[in-house]
């Protein structure tokens, strides 16, 4: 990375070279699957041969991602689940252990405790508050822990810098899913975190127009990601999305700084509200990790739970009066979202899910703070 260079600089002019563009600002989409090659090449390796293993317009993305994120470089996949699932591949073999955060994204569960399984790879989940929860799961098998902090649905943190050095002692690489704060807010590399991961189709994207993923690590395992996982399963970004994705992280400084203030102001008046029964925010002062949170991370984004003093009963009154913040799954674009995570699950789904049947999460957008504030208020009665 160029020190010299804030965020918003990378995010603005890094890896880009107009001149060789014509002078064009926005570089070209290089919409195409092979590139000819020079027949005056003498056994030297060409930069660029076939888009399914690497493109120019994907490249931009990738050095902008790999600086924000203070790595050496990073690997654009046509997911976040691409990029996820082939960061925990990359690690893992038949008779491999994984430790994993119980409260990690569903479908990143879901791949490690019931796919993997298929091939032989056991996974501990743990909720991973301290430390020593995540030290006492590990086995003498274990290749890889997985973390995620905040994590998306209860917003539980792991002190990153204490399990470096735990993975460090024991041999284990560590992952880390870093989509919620974004680089922005939070770079785990600088702790001592192996791997970060990114569902780019998040924040990164920030116009919930494109689905991408990204890992950011070493050199070396970035190649082994790129010419293994990435090449042979077939999962590279393609280069509309990449230009998108270029297009989105140009602004992503000024987005995240909004999405953090309206959160906070939100976050605050729910806290407050007579209706709500709890907030879980990292950035209020009444989450129970607040301290470590300031430790490692620089700022908040918009995603926060709640539940509401009357439970599940009050959750579908809420719904349906609801106007502004509409009915999604996702997070991290420009609209704000609210989703009944725990509305209909059983209690062994609720468990494994990590929330309760009642908690509401919402994901604040860029809309005027007051029309989202009059509009919860207007709702919790």
Not at 171 to 190: A, E, L, R
Request: proline share 4%.
């Amino acid at each position: 990375m160029n020190t010299r260079m804030s965020k918003e600089d990378i995010c603005a002019y890094l890896g880009e070279d107009f001149y060789s563009y014509k002078g064009a600002v926005t570089p070209p989409i290089f919409q195409n699957t092979l590139f000819a090659q020079s027949h005056e090449l003498k056994g030297e390796e060409p930069e660029f041969v076939y888009t399914r293993i690497n493109n120019p317009t994907i490249e931009i993305a990738e050095k902008k991602i790999a600086a924000l994120e203070e790595g050496q470089e990073a690997r654009c996949f046509s997911s976040g689940m691409g990029a996820i699932s082939a960061a925990i591949m990359h690690f893992v073999k038949s008779g491999s252990h994984v430790v994993a955060v119980d409260s990690i994204y569903g479908p990143t569960r879901d791949f490690l405790e019931l796919y993997l399984a298929r091939f032989g790879v056991e996974t501990t989940f743990v909720p991973g508050h301290n430390t020593d929860e995540i030290e006492s799961a590990i086995k003498k098998n274990t290749a890889l822990i997985y973390l995620e902090s905040p994590s998306s649905l209860v917003f539980s943190l792991q002190d990153l810098e204490a399990v470096a050095k735990l993975a460090w002692a024991k041999g284990v690489v560590t992952i880390i899913d870093n989509s919620y704060s974004t680089p922005i807010y939070q770079n785990p590399i600088k702790f001592g975190i192996d791997l970060v991961v990114h569902s780019a189709t998040k924040y990164l994207g920030g116009h919930s127009d494109i689905v991408a993923g990204v890992v950011i690590g070493k050199k070396d395992v970035m190649d082994g990601l790129r010419n293994e996982e990435r090449a042979m399963l077939g999962s590279c970004m393609d280069p509309h999305q990449a230009w998108l994705l270029i297009r989105g992280l140009r602004t992503l400084p000024l987005r995240v700084k909004q999405h953090q203030e309206n959160a906070m102001a939100v976050a605050a008046f729910l806290e407050n509200h007579p209706k709500v029964k709890y907030v879980i925010y990292p950035g209020l002062k009444s989450h129970p990790q607040y301290d470590l949170g300031k430790k490692q991370m620089e700022g908040y984004t918009g995603l926060m739970s709640f539940e509401l003093t009357g439970g599940k009963e009050s959750v579908g009154g809420l719904l349906r009066n609801i106007r502004h913040f509409r009915h999604g799954c996702s997070w991290g674009g420009y609209e704000s979202l609210i989703a009944p995570v725990g509305l209909g699950k059983n209690q062994e789904e609720l468990k494994r899910s990590c929330v309760t049947e009642g908690m509401i999460r919402i994901h604040v957008g860029l809309e005027n703070v007051n029309t989202l504030i009059e509009d919860l208020d207007r709702c919790l009665v």
